[in-house]
């Protein structure tokens, strides 16, 4: 049987690989990484350092090639042209937040949706305690905000929360700055920068102390050596093998091999064992500070038993507590896991997330503030899960839908990416070989069945990328173009006039151009079929605009066409559909990138970022709670909003964003680099100052 053993390997640690971006861009001297992660996370990261002027070599290319990092010292990042774009990354937000803490300049840090939920009161909290000037520029306590870093003081920082994040910005900040810091955390959190940093020259002395665990470094270093380092592979990666090996009772046949055991990393392993799950580490050694081992699952299948976990031990096991909530599943008896409230600011809110989810193939579940209680089944799972955009979501339930018995459906798998490329081709991998070997005979308990030929393999897929095949052509230099985007009723048109107003420049409401072009069609022919539109249907309209100082008006054969014509009822149940001709679009391209002159130019519309003006130096996408827009949209027509009203006018704008992002043309989606900034609790004066706060920052930074 042995012959007939398989070992894999996983992607590199996500929280070593990001620590070693940003302290080797910092270190005096080239750092060589081997192993390091490319996954989404640490990507984005890449892309804000070089933003910051750093040079990093090979990030770009496979995980078997050396990232090398161009450091030249402590404070030596320039100026960054344009916002950095975190995307989907807390750790890479937050290390980042600390490290810029010390350099003298003004950066401003933006995330995609989810992480424009993430509190970040908790790093912002200590560094301005520290000296660093930071100010939030939509929501206050999350991004986008902006930070002007510089000398700092000393700090001595007592967290609520046990958090690497917290603790890790707080010493990055301190050795940037060459002041002292100290950090008690409530429970020890994982420890990758310490180790990082001792490599590098920087003593940090940590133990136990009264109220906690205590990190000292109190005296930093003038200079960080290089790195020089292995990245081990990620124990949180493995942990999802590991769990379907349990799952399948695989025996002593399975090997994850060259894995973290930082045992800051490992807790899931003494909950596995409780399970009945026993995980050996086999062949420890050292790689960059960190051990290292290869994970065997040891002895042959039993069932799992319940298990509770809770306290001091979550912090351990964090990132693991959506594969154990799976197993728990799959568990005799009930399980329970408490003390884990910290996964609700997650990349979702992962108890929500995993009691949603389990509920809905089956599974009962109770979820608690800080927990969920699971009874074990050994009933088929089956149905559709969502993954709420959340890796370790994804990935926890994609390795029981890889277990006999269950076939289970998720939505958006390609959300992997940010920590585990190529994870659904090696489940499918280990899958077949499990197949092989078994020969179809499951050894061990419940949910053991011969596999369900039905499971649906989930495919990663490519973010959806705008339809950009239009001609690219760059603003007349000298134009500074801000392109605001978003959903009906987000604030757009109060923003952008109110932002036009603020700075000076023109405002282009691009809205009103589609617009106009509806009208003229059913002018033309009150039963106009959108589909038979001709170029020359649309010369003869004649649209043009005209400037009114800063504000434009639409003029239509010759004549100035009213606001409340281009507002009728007609036009708006129309003009999604006229606005999603190829036709239609290109006929007014030319004309709203000629709206560029001057000192500047606020364009607000669907696709101003993406197709429009793609080099727009700032892009803001707008959205808020379909509720709040309609309550918006119904006053802004000077009617009253009762209850009934605002759910109608509701589904009748997510009708229409529905339409509009879903068009293969220039859709409503948000540019990669834009900023988004949900503005359903900002009033106007709120929105406006975010935006005009983002340009002066971006400009200022030029
Ligand atoms: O912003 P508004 O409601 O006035 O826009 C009217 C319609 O025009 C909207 O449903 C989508 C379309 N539109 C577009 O496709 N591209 C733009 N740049 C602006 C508006």
């Given at each position: 049987m042995r012959?007939?053993?398989l070992s894999i390997r996983v992607p590199g640690d996500k929280s070593i690989t990001q620590r070693a971006l940003i302290l080797g861009a910092m270190a005096d001297g080239t750092s060589r990484i081997e192993g390091a992660l490319r996954g989404a996370d640490p990507l984005a990261t890449g892309r804000a350092l070089a933003r910051l002027g750093v040079e990093i070599d090979g990030l770009g290319a496979s995980e078997d090639q050396?990232?090398?990092?161009?450091?030249?010292?402590?404070?030596?990042w320039k100026s960054p042209k344009g916002i950095l774009d975190l995307e989907n990354s807390g750790t890479?937000?937050?290390?980042?937040?600390?490290?810029?803490?010390a350099q003298p300049l003004t950066a401003v840090l933006a995330g995609d949706e989810s992480l424009s939920r993430r509190p970040m009161d908790r790093i912002t909290g200590p560094l301005r305690e520290m000296g660093a000037s930071i100010r939030y520029l939509g929501r206050p306590g999350v991004v986008p905000f902006q930070i002007t870093g510089g000398d700092l003081s000393e700090i001595r920082h007592e967290g609520r929360v046990a958090s690497a994040q917290v603790k890790s910005a707080i010493l990055f900040a301190g050795v940037g700055a060459g002041v002292g810091v100290e950090v008690l955390e409530p429970r020890r959190s994982r420890d990758h920068s310490e180790r990082i940093f001792e490599g590098m020259g920087v003593d940090v002395a940590e133990g136990e102390a009264t109220g906690g665990w205590l990190v000292r470094m109190p005296e930093p270093p003038p200079r960080l050596s290089p790195l020089q380092m292995q990245v081990p592979g990620d124990f949180s990666s493995a942990a999802f093998f590991l769990a379907w090996a349990a799952l399948v009772g695989c025996g002593d046949l399975f090997t994850v091999e060259a894995v973290g055991v930082n045992p800051t990393r490992t807790g899931l392993l003494p909950a596995l064992a409780r399970m009945g799950a026993d995980i050996r580490?086999?062949?420890?050694?050292?790689?960059?500070?960190?051990?290292?081992?290869?994970?065997?699952?040891?002895?042959?299948?039993s069932v799992l038993g319940a298990v509770e976990v809770g306290g001091d031990e979550i912090p351990g096991m964090i990132d693991e507590v959506p594969i154990l909530a799976v197993l728990a599943a799959r568990a005799e008896g009930v399980s329970r896991i408490s003390g884990a409230g910290e996964l609700r600011v997650k990349e979702s809110d992962r108890l929500?997330?995993?009691?949603?989810?389990?509920?809905?193939?089956?599974?009962?579940v109770e979820e608690f503030d800080d927990g969920l209680e699971i009874e074990g089944t050994d009933a088929p799972l089956t149905g559709p899960v969502e993954t709420f955009h959340d890796h370790r979501i994804a990935m926890a339930f994609g390795v029981l839908g890889a277990t006999p018995g269950c076939d289970i459906r998720i939505d958006g798998p390609g959300v992997a990416d940010v920590s585990f490329p190529g994870f659904w081709d090696l489940l499918a991998r280990v899958r077949t070989w499990w197949e092989t070997v078994s020969d179809g005979t499951p050894r061990r308990g419940p949910g053991t069945r011969r596999p369900t030929s039905g499971m649906r393999e989930p495919r990663p897929r490519a973010r959806d990328t705008p339809d950009t095949r239009m001609p690219v052509v760059a603003a007349p230099t000298g134009c500074t173009v801000v392109a605001i985007d978003g959903s009906a009723g987000s604030g757009k048109s109060t923003t952008a006039a109110a932002v036009a107003g603020q700075l000076g420049y023109r405002h282009l409401d691009s809205g009103a151009l589609y617009r106009a072009?509806?009208?003229?069609?059913?002018?033309?022919?009150?039963?106009?079929?959108?589909?038979?539109?001709?170029?020359?249907?649309?010369?003869?309209?004649?649209?043009?605009i005209e400037w009114?100082?800063?504000?434009?008006?639409?003029?239509?054969?010759?004549?100035r066409v009213p606001e409340e014509a281009l507002r009728a009822a007609r036009v708006t149940s129309e003009v999604s559909a006229v606005s999603a001709l190829a036709v239609v679009r290109e006929h007014l391209l030319q004309l709203q990138r000629a709206a560029a002159e001057g000192p500047g130019l606020v364009a607000e519309g669907r696709d101003m970022?993406?197709?429009?003006?793609?080099?727009?130096v700032v892009k803001i996408y707008l959205d808020a709670h379909p509720r709040e827009r309609a309550r918006r949209r119904i006053l802004q027509r000077g009617e009253s909003a009762d209850a009934a009203e605002i759910e109608e006018e509701a589904r009748r704008l997510e009708g229409r964003d529905a339409r509009d992002s879903s068009r293969s043309l220039a859709p409503l989606v948000r540019a990669g680099d834009a900023v988004l900034l949900d503005t359903t609790h900002m009033d106007p004066m709120a929105q406006m100052e975010a935006v005009v706060g983002l340009v002066r920052a971006v400009e200022g930074s030029h």
């Open positions: 012959s007939a053993g050396v990232v090398r990092i161009a450091g030249r010292g402590l404070r030596s890479g937000v937050r290390l980042l937040a600390g490290a810029l803490a580490v086999v062949g420890r050694r050292r790689t960059g500070g960190e051990a290292v081992g290869d994970l065997v699952v040891a002895g042959d299948s929500a997330a995993l009691a949603t989810n389990l509920r809905r193939i089956g599974v009962r072009v509806t009208l003229g069609l059913l002018d033309a022919d009150p039963g106009m079929v959108a589909g038979t539109v001709t170029p020359a249907d649309l010369e003869a309209l004649d649209i043009a009114d100082d800063r504000a434009m008006a639409v003029r239509m054969r010759g004549a970022g993406t197709v429009v003006f793609p080099d727009a």
